[in-house]
């Protein structure tokens, strides 16, 4: 799922996420240096994980009225 980065909810939950994200990039640049052939547009890179994620994203008013939601 590209909107935790193609991690596990429990990497996200627990922490992990930016030493793995640290990993994966050692590991792109390192097939890059292996193999720039192979990478004909750019240097690959790890997704990035994003700040939010919702399955059902409450409206403006459900925010409003749930300061919790609203990350308050």
């Given at each position: 799922h590209l909107g935790i980065a193609l991690m596990t909810?429990?990497?996200v939950h627990e922490g992990?996420?930016?030493a793995i994200t640290e990993?994966?990039?050692e590991v792109l640049n390192g097939a890059y240096q292996n193999h720039p052939e192979r990478f004909v547009n750019k240097v690959p890179t790890p997704p990035t994980l994003n700040t939010e994620v919702w399955i059902n994203r409450p409206n403006d008013e459900e925010m409003k009225e749930?300061?919790?939601?609203?990350?308050?």
């Open positions: 909810p429990a990497d992990y996420a930016e990993k994966r990039d749930s300061p919790s939601l609203a990350g308050s």
